[in-house]
Nanobody, 120 residues
């Protein structure tokens, strides 16, 4: 399966962005979002179950970000509100092989990433 992340851009602090992750085929498994800031390791952001009924988030984004999916469109989304400069980074989507998990090693089929830059 191939994943294509999109929707990144430059936004002011307090603003919003919606990221999309389009899959080349139907994915019945859970999926997740990670991000990598300059000079830092990639970190977990959010994940969603195959049905979309279950979600969990990193503490740093809880209450501000919402992960969802439209299985009819083979697409996962990340709605990001109240953005902060520390949310800046490249955002990646991936397919989970374990639920629940925040470990990169439990995710596969990584997309190419989309850049999010939040200015102060």
């Amino acid at each position: 399966v191939q994943l294509q992340a999109s929707g990144g851009g430059l936004v002011q602090a307090g603003g919003s962005l919606r990221l999309s992750c389009a899959a080349s085929e139907r994915i019945p498994y859970s999926m997740g979002w990670f991000r990598q800031a300059p000079g830092k390791e990639r970190e977990f952001v959010a994940a969603i179950s195959g049905s979309g009924a279950g979600t969990y988030y990193a503490d740093s984004v809880k209450g501000r970000f919402t992960v969802s999916r439209d299985n009819a469109k083979n697409t996962m989304y990340l709605q990001m509100n109240s953005l902060k400069p520390e949310d800046t980074g490249v955002y990646y989507c991936a397919v989970a092989s374990s639920w629940p998990s925040r470990r990169q090693t439990d995710f596969r089929s990584w997309g190419q990433g989309t850049q999010v830059t939040v200015s102060s």
